[in-house]
């Protein structure tokens, strides 16, 4: 991996580690939904120094260490997106228990009113 790149991996790690900071700071993200973030900014900042490894890695599957960054950075991406796509199932069952909650304590209420009323 050239000089360039890794500089530039360093640089978007660190950006992004700010950017997730600052959120975090202004209550725009919440430390659960932040913490993969920041596992994806280390892992920028620490290509430079796992680099040998990737090479390693790259070279034992016959693959360029570009490629196998791309593809790891993927597989955070997928891992990410299975964990968002599990939040929103669960919030989904949450609002139709309480779309179902409220629609009892409403037919009680009609009851407890026609019977204030007899």
């Known amino acids: 991996m050239n000089l360039s790149l890794q500089i ?9 580690l700010f950017i997730i ?3 975090m700071k202004l209550k ?3 430390s659960s939904y932040s913490v993969l973030w920041i596992l994806m900014a280390v892992f920028l900042i620490l290509i430079p ?3 040998p490894y990737i090479v390693s890695i790259a070279t034992y599957f016959g693959i360029h ?7 790891l ?3 955070f991406l ?10 929103v199932v669960r919030l989904n069952n949450q609002v139709k228990e309480l779309i179902s909650n409220s629609a009892i304590l409403e037919d009680e209420i009609k009851e407890l009113r026609e019977k204030k009323l007899n």
């Open 8 to 16: 530039l991996s360093v640089i978007l790690g660190i950006l992004l």
């Open 21 to 23: 900071i600052y959120g």
């Open 28 to 30: 725009k993200l919440s």
């Open 49 to 51: 120094i796992i680099n």
């Open 65 to 71: 260490d570009e490629f196998l960054i791309y593809l």
């Open 73 to 75: 950075i993927i597989c």
């Open 78 to 87: 997928l891992v990410y997106l299975l964990y968002i796509t599990s939040k």
